[in-house]
């Protein structure tokens, strides 16, 4: 008899559910037209720990009084919630001890730092049950009840694509038969004092212009808010369901720089051969490859990386298509992978590549298209997730679109004709 491993190895892990919240939108759909469209919600924040008002700019997410709760917590609870409605999901028609929860790994409750400056609390919340990195993870599971495996993994910028990773091989291995994986992060004090310090945010008069990857003038990110999750599931499971579906993973690798923690390597050797090893591992070619959303930062060592490593593997690269979300929804840290991973789905979906805004001046190193200012209609079958993390974390995901008839998502277009 065979392991459990290898009796679902041909078994494809697909996305059956996703949801989605950041400044742009609440909701798969707002956030998705939002990033179609190219609309921000940038601006100048208020005073917060170490930083004056008027010095910091950032994309924030309004979920109203949190009575001194961490904000990721609501909204991990509001994308897990919209994930699970999205893939028509009973939980008490399965077997909850064979659901995994996977959540990227945060900051942890650090409002006692205040307490210990004598500064009042800022609500009812007790600070060290919501402490821990994984206290997200434990809190959504608690709440759905899952048994299954629990997952957090903290990656820097990685962790969000990671979590997702990590539930596809426990999909693959056997121990589950559904995982719901993604994530979420909200600014904080102390990452947005330590950014500052390192010099990597961007500055502009502009906030709403201010984060211009792959532009020769860009000089930094700008922070944001918000999460995605997924619920993923074997093929054979989803057509027990009779659920439609977005996209097979096809294949997903991590790889590590080993340079520098947070330097990267401007010749992308690592990041070429993490690349092309996922191509290869999903069956396809460079050729087959439509769209990459890039981690795409726009400070001036990443997206050159970046920029080079694509290059090295697909050439002069003029056929695929190339955006950054972060123009947009700002840099989520930890919820980014997960986050973007979303916006390639929903994008596969609909035939849709998305744009990078704030581009008015390529980079000349920029050999590929990244569709500045106006996303492009184009029904790509095979798109490419990148992960490029401070310590080295490099994760890529390669996303196969759902052709199936009776499972798969109509084109917009398509549906307009039936109608």
């Keep these: 008899m065979g392991t459990a491993s290898s009796q679902h190895e041909n078994d494809p892990v697909v996305i059956t559910g996703i949801g989605m919240i950041a400044a742009v939108g609440r909701g798969r759909e707002q956030v998705w037209e939002a990033v179609r469209h190219g609309r921000t919600q940038f601006g100048w924040l208020g005073p917060m720990r170490g930083i004056e008002a008027g010095e910091f700019m950032g994309a924030e997410v309004d979920m109203g009084d949190l009575n001194g709760r961490l904000k990721i917590l609501p909204m991990c609870s509001f994308a897990a919630a919209e994930a699970l409605r999205d893939a028509n999901l009973d939980l008490d028609s399965v077997d909850r001890n064979r659901v995994a929860c996977a959540v990227n790994a945060h900051m942890g409750d650090t409002t006692w730092i205040d307490e210990q400056a004598g500064k009042p609390a800022a609500g009812d919340a007790i600070w060290w049950q919501q402490w821990l990195p994984n206290s997200a993870c434990c ?25 997702v990773q990590q539930a596809v091989r426990n999909l693959r291995d ?22 500052r310090n390192m010099k990597v945010l961007a500055s502009h008069e502009s906030p709403q212009r201010a984060c211009r990857p792959y532009d020769r003038n860009r000089n930094g990110f700008v922070m944001g808010e918000g999460g995605a999750f997924f619920v993923l599931e074997r093929l054979s ?43 290869k591992s999903a069956g396809l070619t460079t050729s087959d490859i439509g769209y990459i959303n890039s981690h795409g930062t726009g400070t001036v060592q990443n997206d050159l990386a970046e920029m080079r490593a694509i290059r090295e593997v697909f050439g002069c690269a003029g056929d695929v298509c190339v955006s950054a979300n972060k123009s947009i929804l700002g840099h989520l840290v930890n919820a980014a992978g997960c986050v973007e991973l979303a916006l390639t789905a929903m994008g596969l979906r609909d035939g849709f590549a998305p744009p990078t805004m704030n581009v008015s001046d390529p980079d000349p190193e920029c050999s590929f298209d990244c569709l500045p200012q106006f996303g492009r209609s184009s029904k790509y079958q095979h798109a ?36």
């Design 174 to 195: 056997g121990t589950c038969d559904l995982a719901l994986a993604g994530g979420a992060d909200a600014i904080d004090p102390l990452f947005a004092a330590g950014f």
């Design 384 to 419: 490419l997730k990148i992960s490029v993390a401070f310590g080295g974390h490099l994760v890529a995901m390669a996303l196969t679109r759902w052709n199936d008839a009776s499972t798969a998502y109509r084109y917009p277009d398509d549906q307009r004709r039936a109608a």
């Design 139 to 163: 809190l959504l599971a608690n709440e759905y009840g899952l048994g299954g495996p629990r997952l957090a993994h903290s990656t820097a910028c990685a962790s969000g694509l990671i979590s």
């Design 237 to 279: 499971h989803a057509v027990r369901r009779d659920v439609r579906i977005y996209a097979e993973i096809a294949a997903s690798h991590t790889l590590s720089a080993a340079q520098h923690v947070t330097a990267v390597d401007a010749e992308s050797d690592a990041l070429s051969y993490l690349i092309n090893r996922t191509i």
